[in-house]
């Protein structure tokens, strides 16, 4: 969310959801400020397989864009509109284990995508704590595996494990788009409702591209305990007040 008005929207919307009872909780990643610092500081980014290879010396900057200016500035704007908000990440009381991840096409040798970890496992006692309080937790995606190794963790892979973990009775998935589509150049071919077991045959043919982790994301809530997922566009008005409160039929929405 680099637009700032579309943020305020966003924030705004979670706010409305706190005030009428939900126990929200907040991930967010953060690549195009990461794309910005890296440049800054004349970092090459090399993506494969759509994760950006992780130096040590470029981990530093991410992880101190995702908490010190993402995770705070989103913090801060929940605060400012009158809820109370905490930011933390994967490190912060034991919520997140993770481990390496290596990228393997088929039939080729795994690749090393150095500081990219997959989330191993979420204990959510701190996030349950926050909730108790009637915090919003905001959760940035920088996880320690088992030696205390930092590692970048894809946004909606925390994301679904998180939703996954509490139990989520909505997971939604932001993005630019209405949702997922039979054909992604066509808005009216917008599929409205699908059950897991149909997502697979989906895949390379309908879901492609940046759509893959958000699907994929969906899955993982949904199997690990979330009751229901949905992907909706994030810089529309209200979407998520449209689909939670008032039970609108907007985005896609993945079910058991």
Partial sequence: MVNDEIKRSVMLNICELHAAGHRVVVVHGG????NSILEKVQITSEFIGGHRKTTPEAMKYIEMTLLG?????????????GQRAVGLSGKDGGLARASKRFHQEEAENPVDLGQVGNIDQIDPTILFDLLDKNYIPVVACVAPDEQGNTYNINADMMAGAVAGAISADHYCVLTDVDGLMMDKDDASSLIQQLQVHELQPLFQKVIVGGMIPKIESCQIAIDNGAQSARIVNGTRLKTLTDAILEHKPIGTIISK
């Fill in 69 to 81: 200016e993402v995770n705070s500035g989103l913090v801060t704007l929940i605060n400012h509109l």
């Fill in 31 to 34: 690549g195009p400020f990461i």
